[in-house]
């Protein structure tokens, strides 16, 4: 069976949608996204989710399916009776308690009925187990020098009367039931949790086999690192010849060898090793650091392959030379120092100018300090600026206010996720902001929460008010 020739796999959702469209835009047909991220139009049809019918399911598959969900459905009707009976357990209530002591201890239970041997009703507030436990029902006196007896042995009186029970041994026998009975429904929802998750992963092999088929038909698949993971299974049983990986410099090697099932043949990475490398949580596994040269988790293969790290020989990297998104002002701060050969493409000299700045790059030098550098926190995880936050705020407002520019013309950048959640909270109030993937995880790892977007209209001037989703402000890490 002939699977799809070309898998590609980017690190974040936007770069793959990015590749993906440049390919339908090419003429190629039948490319498949998989992952519920994307944001563009042009791939609007082209996710695996809107492919996938029910009716691509077999009849054997949909009778499974079927099978699956009402015994999944009958194990979620025996948890949530067993959280029932031990949040009664808890409180030692009589609910709680009846079951057990119904099934274990026979001779006990006929003793807290409301009907007694004589054939009378009991009458009392609540049930008699409630007023036995609680003492309300008369009792043997306590011996205060006699040692608390053994549990067989309280046992034993309790099945001839367990009223004549002092308080004391009351107190341990419920004790010694709710244990009983608490280990018992553990073990019990422990086994319809098992049960439960079992059929949930039968539905998830039939949707499995489902998509496989429908990407089998494929001849590109586009997905992100993170899908992979969760698809691997599938993936791993698709026949693919070529892997296409973007941002390659950005992701970890244990990532990439992930795709190389042993269908491929061809591995074709794209990235620049000389700009970000891969984010690990660990800075003493990393280069930068004196232990981390031994381990160097946050090499790529891509940096490794082209360096030739190790003392093995470098692999032949193609590169392009011109570039054609930076106008010369910019470009030339680089070319000196990273990129010695590039070259500017005739287009990026035609840029106007900024309109409402006087140059088209500048430096700011300033003096105000960060917040919190007097108190030299040692749980401080990063930096902000609220100088600094004030001015973008003010400058992103201006270059708005000159009518030529929409938010999502502009990006802001910081090196520190501090000052990302400052930017974004004070932009916040004039501007929808949109954040990476990345630097959301990144806001979660330190404990930020995010702020709530509420409009905002200034009066005065050109009005600035908050944007549509295709017009977002753009604020990231570097």
């Given at each position: 069976?002939?699977?799809?020739?070309?898998?590609?796999?980017?690190y974040?959702?936007?770069?793959?949608?990015q590749f993906?469209?440049?390919?339908?835009?090419a003429g190629i047909?039948?490319v498949v996204?998989v992952g519920?991220q994307s944001?563009?139009?042009t791939?609007?049809?082209?996710?695996?989710?809107q492919l996938t019918?029910?009716?691509d399911r077999?009849?054997?598959e949909?009778?499974?399916l079927?099978?699956?969900?009402e015994?999944?459905?009958?194990?979620?009707?025996?948890?949530?009776?067993k959280?029932?009976i031990?949040?009664?357990?808890?409180?030692?209530?009589w609910a709680?308690m009846?079951?057990h002591?119904?099934q274990?201890y026979?001779?006990?239970?006929c003793?807290f009925?409301?009907?007694g041997?004589?054939?009378f009703t009991k009458?009392?507030?609540?049930?008699p187990?409630e007023?036995?436990?609680?003492g309300?029902?008369?009792?043997a006196e306590?011996?205060?020098?006699s040692?608390?007896?053994e549990i067989?042995m309280?046992l034993?009186d309790a099945n001839?009367?367990?009223?004549?029970?002092?308080q004391?041994?009351r107190d341990?026998?419920v004790e010694?039931?709710?244990q009983?009975a608490i280990?018992?429904n553990?073990?019990?929802l422990?086994y319809h949790l098992?049960?439960?998750?079992e059929r949930?992963?039968?539905q998830?092999k039939?949707h499995?086999e489902?998509?496989?088929?429908r990407?089998?038909?494929?001849n590109?698949?586009g997905?992100?690192?993170t899908?992979?993971a969760?698809?691997?299974?599938?993936l791993?049983r698709?026949?693919?010849?070529v892997v296409?990986?973007?941002?390659?410099?950005?992701v970890l090697?244990?990532h990439i060898?992930?795709?190389?099932?042993?269908?491929v043949?061809?591995v074709?990475?794209?990235?620049?090793h000389?700009q970000?490398?891969?984010?690990i949580?660990n800075?003493?596994l990393?280069?930068?650091s004196?232990?981390?040269?031994?381990?160097?988790?946050?090499?790529s293969m891509f940096?490794?392959?082209s360096?030739?790290?190790g003392g093995?020989?470098?692999?032949?990297v193609?590169?392009?030379n011109?570039?054609?998104?930076m106008r010369p002002?910019?470009s030339?701060?680089?070319?000196?120092?990273i990129y010695?050969?590039?070259?500017?493409h005739?287009s990026?000299?035609?840029?106007p100018d900024?309109?409402?700045?006087?140059?088209?790059v500048?430096?700011?030098?300033?003096?105000?300090?960060?917040a919190?550098?007097?108190?030299?926190d040692p749980?401080?995880?990063?930096h902000?600026n609220?100088?600094?936050?004030?001015m973008?705020?003010?400058l992103v407002?201006h270059?708005v206010r000159?009518?030529v520019?929409?938010s999502g013309?502009?990006?802001?950048?910081?090196p520190?996720?501090?000052q990302?959640q400052?930017l974004?909270k004070?932009?916040?109030?004039?501007?929808?902001?949109?954040?990476?993937?990345?630097?959301r995880?990144a806001l979660?790892r330190?404990?930020?929460d995010?702020v709530s977007?509420?409009a905002?209209?200034?009066g005065?001037?050109l009005?600035v008010r908050?944007k549509?989703?295709?017009e977002m402000?753009?604020?990231a890490?570097?």
């Amino acid at each position: 069976m002939s699977g799809p020739d070309v898998r590609s796999r980017c690190y974040t959702n936007h770069a793959l949608d990015q590749f993906l469209e440049s390919l339908v835009e090419a003429g190629i047909e039948r490319v498949v996204r998989v992952g519920g991220q994307s944001k563009s139009n042009t791939l609007e049809g082209m996710n695996l989710r809107q492919l996938t019918r029910p009716e691509d399911r077999s009849k054997n598959e949909r009778w499974l399916l079927h099978q699956l969900f009402e015994g999944m459905e009958k194990e979620e009707s025996d948890i949530v009776r067993k959280l029932a009976i031990l949040a009664g357990l808890r409180k030692r209530t009589w609910a709680g308690m009846k079951r057990h002591l119904k099934q274990h201890y026979q001779a006990i239970f006929c003793q807290f009925s409301r009907i007694g041997s004589d054939g009378f009703t009991k009458v009392s507030k609540g049930e008699p187990f409630e007023a036995w436990m609680t003492g309300k029902i008369e009792m043997a006196e306590e011996d205060p020098g006699s040692p608390p007896r053994e549990i067989n042995m309280i046992l034993e009186d309790a099945n001839i009367d367990v009223y004549d029970l002092p308080q004391s041994e009351r107190d341990i026998l419920v004790e010694h039931w709710a244990q009983e009975a608490i280990d018992e429904n553990l073990d019990a929802l422990a086994y319809h949790l098992e049960e439960n998750e079992e059929r949930s992963r039968g539905q998830g092999k039939i949707h499995d086999e489902v998509d496989r088929r429908r990407l089998q038909d494929a001849n590109v698949i586009g997905i992100t690192t993170t899908g992979l993971a969760r698809k691997i299974q599938t993936l791993s049983r698709i026949q693919t010849k070529v892997v296409i990986c973007e941002e390659a410099a950005e992701v970890l090697e244990s990532h990439i060898l992930s795709t190389l099932l042993p269908s491929v043949e061809h591995v074709i990475q794209i990235g620049d090793h000389q700009q970000l490398r891969p984010q690990i949580s660990n800075f003493n596994l990393s280069l930068e650091s004196q232990t981390g040269s031994v381990y160097r988790l946050d090499e790529s293969m891509f940096e490794r392959l082209s360096k030739g790290s190790g003392g093995a020989r470098p692999f032949p990297v193609a590169q392009l030379n011109v570039q054609r998104r930076m106008r010369p002002d910019i470009s030339k701060l680089i070319r000196g120092t990273i990129y010695p050969s590039l070259a500017d493409h005739k287009s990026v000299t035609e840029y106007p100018d900024v309109v409402g700045m006087r140059k088209n790059v500048f430096w700011l030098d300033h003096s105000n300090f960060e917040a919190g550098s007097d108190d030299k926190d040692p749980q401080q995880k990063s930096h902000s600026n609220y100088w600094e936050v004030a001015m973008v705020h003010a400058l992103v407002r201006h270059l708005v206010r000159q009518g030529v520019y929409e938010s999502g013309d502009i990006a802001v950048l910081t090196p520190y996720t501090g000052q990302l959640q400052s930017l974004r909270k004070e932009l916040n109030q004039s501007f929808e902001i949109i954040i990476s993937d990345r630097d959301r995880e990144a806001l979660a790892r330190e404990g930020i929460d995010e702020v709530s977007k509420e409009a905002f209209v200034e009066g005065g001037g050109l009005v600035v008010r908050k944007k549509s989703l295709s017009e977002m402000l753009r604020v990231a890490t570097v």
